[in-house]
């Protein structure tokens, strides 16, 4: 029997227990929709993940992208999954019924989304990319430009990229060179390189919409002079179809360890005069409309890492059932029967922390979508704006999290496996090769970190933090009076060192912003843990209650997991914690106090 994408029970339960989904029939906007509606566009996900994406995910990754001097070539079956994607109308699934789209809620498609990276994330990068892209073009740019180009990457028949890295600049990005210079036509022409763009160059599309960030000529300094320009691969005729190629060269295709069925590119711009671009919006506001598309992807990049977890842990589990070694301690009979390794304690230890960590990952995942969906169309203003600022403030955990932990649960699967893991006749080495990026692209563990004790938290006077305090305290005083109230007690405990933590570094950032600063990333992890036993105390709760009428032993078994897996986290994992802690509260900067020549 082939492998289980996701499982539908698992799903199921974020969706319309956890997050109770069903609802948002009630909101205006999905009034025409329902339950049946939600599954049967999942279904269609899952039968294009099977039947389109798993089919090459080993494939694409054995067989990379190549470049012939003239056109990039990637494998048939990727042409093939994209076709199937687009004609489904799940690049335009989240629009009104009036542009074309489905009008589904976001967490009913990011969950159809999380169907197809399962299946296969490096071919799922070609369309999530340009749904990103697309947002954003519909956001920001000009009538004009949303009818040139909006309708054709809604279709299928453009694609699209985010170009922000350079040679020399990473994440640093106050400071690239790429220039645009205005042109008498209204548009500027843009010079400059772009590196590690991923779909940069490809032929599954007519056309490529490069989002390019660039400073105009005598631009503010640092991020304030930042500018943003769609840059086509082909310029358009007069009848909107692709024409002349645009000054838009591949300067190289890097060779990576994973997801290596999604070209990454060296883009080169204006080597022969200058690339045409067409600026967004408003001058020296790039980066502002930028980040709507890099927290779109942060999201993005959480889920997937979590989906790439889950499926190393359903796959090391089907394989732990099923391979016979060895026999308990107890047993010293050599003719006696082998046992599944499932048995021994120790494979049920590493199976119980893949649980853990991919089953919270996913639902911190589709916690901040539903967050996402919230801050749109939630009845009243109120409602949305909480929702936005709690988002604001869990991005880099959403991100970063899943991103740690789910990875280690990919280097458990293996684990599991043993010698088989390690070898490419089985998936879970791929799982790993690919979910290593998700800790890197769309900002590094640590630059998140910096971003959520330098900014999130402290943000208008701490909202989002003490937003966030409430809604813990909340599921905390749901917990009490019953069987979960250990667990209650443990998460009320870790919510007082986390603000007591928390409150030590603001002190710590007063006296010395970058020692104050050097320990952020185990502040960040700190922080990810506390939230994900908050979601896992959530999930247990959830689980008690509907222990109590489960109809079959699978359910009973199901929401038995669920409780032990929580008490699991609690007992085992959140504790891991206080030597983090104790680090923070004293500000030790051992590691900010090693010197470049001592190393």
């Not at 247990?540 to 997991?561: C, H, M, S, V, W």
């Amino acid at each position: 029997m082939a492998h289980q994408l996701l499982n539908e029970r698992e799903i199921n339960f974020l969706l319309y227990e956890f997050l109770d989904t069903e609802s948002l029939v009630d909101r205006p906007r999905y009034s025409d929709h329902s339950r049946e509606i939600f599954d049967a566009t999942l279904n269609t996900a899952l039968a294009i993940a099977e039947k389109f994406f798993a089919n090459h995910n080993a494939k694409g990754d054995a067989n990379e992208p190549s470049f012939d001097g003239e056109s990039v070539h990637v494998i048939e079956e990727t042409k093939q999954a994209w076709n199937a994607f687009a004609a489904a109308g799940f690049l335009a699934a989240h629009c009104d019924a009036e542009e074309g789209g489905l009008q589904l809620p976001e967490v009913i498609l990011r969950t159809a989304l999380a169907y197809i990276s399962a299946a296969n994330i490096a071919s799922a990068s070609y369309p999530f990319l340009t749904i990103g892209a697309a947002n954003l073009v519909r956001t920001f740019a000009s009538e004009a430009l949303k009818k040139q180009f909006l309708p054709q990457m809604l279709d299928g028949r453009f694609a699209g990229t985010m170009a922000l890295t350079e040679p020399d600049q990473g994440s640093a990005l106050s400071d690239i060179r790429t220039s645009a210079t205005p042109a008498e036509d209204g548009s500027y022409r843009i010079h400059g390189q772009k590196m590690f763009i991923s779909g940069g160059d490809q032929n599954l599309t007519e056309n490529i919409v490069h989002l390019v960030l660039a400073k105009i000529k005598g631009a503010p300094a640092g991020v304030k002079g930042i500018s943003l320009f769609l840059v086509p691969k082909f310029l358009l005729d007069k009848q909107g179809h692709p024409s002349r190629r645009n000054d838009v060269k591949l300067a190289g295709l890097l060779h990576k360890m994973g997801y290596r069925n999604t070209t990454s590119t060296v883009l080169s711009f204006g080597e022969d005069g200058g690339a045409v671009g067409y600026l967004i919006g408003e001058p020296h506001q790039g980066l502002k409309y930028m980040f709507q598309m890099m927290n779109e992807a942060r999201i993005s990049v959480g889920a997937g890492a979590s989906i790439l977890g889950y499926q190393g842990y359903t796959y090391s589990l089907e394989y732990a059932k099923g391979r016979p070694q060895g026999r308990m301690p107890s047993n010293r009979d050599p003719d006696s029967k082998q046992v599944p390794i499932v048995q021994h304690a120790d494979v049920r230890r590493m199976l119980l922390m893949q649980k853990a960590y991919t089953e919270g990952g996913l639902s911190l995942s589709l916690y901040a979508t539903s967050l996402y969906e919230d801050q749109h169309t939630a009845p009243t203003e109120a409602q949305r704006n909480k929702a936005a600022t709690l988002l604001d403030l869990l991005t880099p955990v959403v991100k970063s999290w899943p991103s740690k932990y789910c990875l280690k649960a990919n280097e458990l699967a293996i684990q599991v496996l043993g010698g088989a893991g390690y070898i490419r006749e089985y998936p879970v080495e791929q799982l790993y090769r690919d979910n290593r990026l998700n800790a890197i692209h769309e900002g590094t563990e640590g630059i998140h970190a910096l971003d959520l004790l330098g900014r999130k938290v402290p943000a208008k006077n701490l909202a989002g933090y003490q937003l966030l305090q409430a809604e813990i305290r909340n599921t905390v005083m749901q917990a009490r009076d019953s069987k979960l109230e250990p667990l209650a007690k443990m998460l009320e405990e870790a919510l007082e060192k986390l603000d007591a933590t928390s409150f030590a570094l603001f002190s710590q950032l007063q006296e010395d912003v970058d020692r104050g600063l050097g320990n952020a990333t185990l502040y960040l992890d700190v922080f990810g843990c506390t939230v994900i036993a908050w979601l896992w105390l959530q999930q247990a709760i959830i689980a008690e209650k509907a222990l109590e009428n489960a109809p079959t032993a699978e359910a009973q078994d199901f929401y038995r997991g669920k409780l032990h897996t929580a008490q699991y986290y609690f007992e085992w994992e959140l504790p891991k914690t206080e030597a983090a802690i104790a680090l923070l509260q004293a500000g030790n900067s051992v590691p900010f106090d090693m010197q470049e020549n001592w190393f």
